[in-house]
């Protein structure tokens, strides 16, 4: 699978955005997608994960209510969609396969899509 991920930009704090992530291959539905990001400085961590059917989803507690993960596999598109953005939601966002549902380890995510800028001005 390869995956592309778009949709950063700049926006003020407390505004929205969604991120769009378009994945190849036709075996798409066959896997869990997840959201990571990484600010300048800082680990790459989980954001939010969902299931390959897009019935199930979970989120890091830091974006738990603000941040909601979906997908299209008819399209084979994954989507966050990010409400009450803060300042410290700025980051390098990546989509990416995981390698199980339920999962919030980088390391248990491959096949890395290049990553959106997000950037949050107060």
């Known amino acids: 699978v390869q995956l592309q991920a778009f949709g950063g930009g700049l926006v003020q704090a407390g505004g929205s955005l969604r991120l769009s992530c378009a994945a190849s291959?036709?075996?798409?539905?066959?896997?869990?997608m997840g959201w990571f990001r990484q600010a300048p400085g800082k680990e790459r961590e989980f954001v939010a994960g969902i299931s390959g059917s897009g019935l199930r989803s979970y989120s890091a507690d830091s974006v738990k209510g603000r941040f909601t993960i979906s997908r299209d596999n008819a399209k084979n598109m994954v989507y966050l969609q990010m409400n009450s953005l803060k300042a410290e939601d700025a980051a390098v966002y990546y989509c990416?396969?995981?390698?199980?549902?339920?999962?919030?380890?980088?390391?248990?995510?491959?096949?890395w899509g290049q990553g959106t800028q997000v950037t949050v001005s107060s």
């Open positions: 990416a396969v995981l390698k199980r549902y339920g999962t919030n380890s980088p390391l248990q995510a491959d096949s």
């Open positions: 291959g036709r075996t798409f539905s066959s896997y869990a």
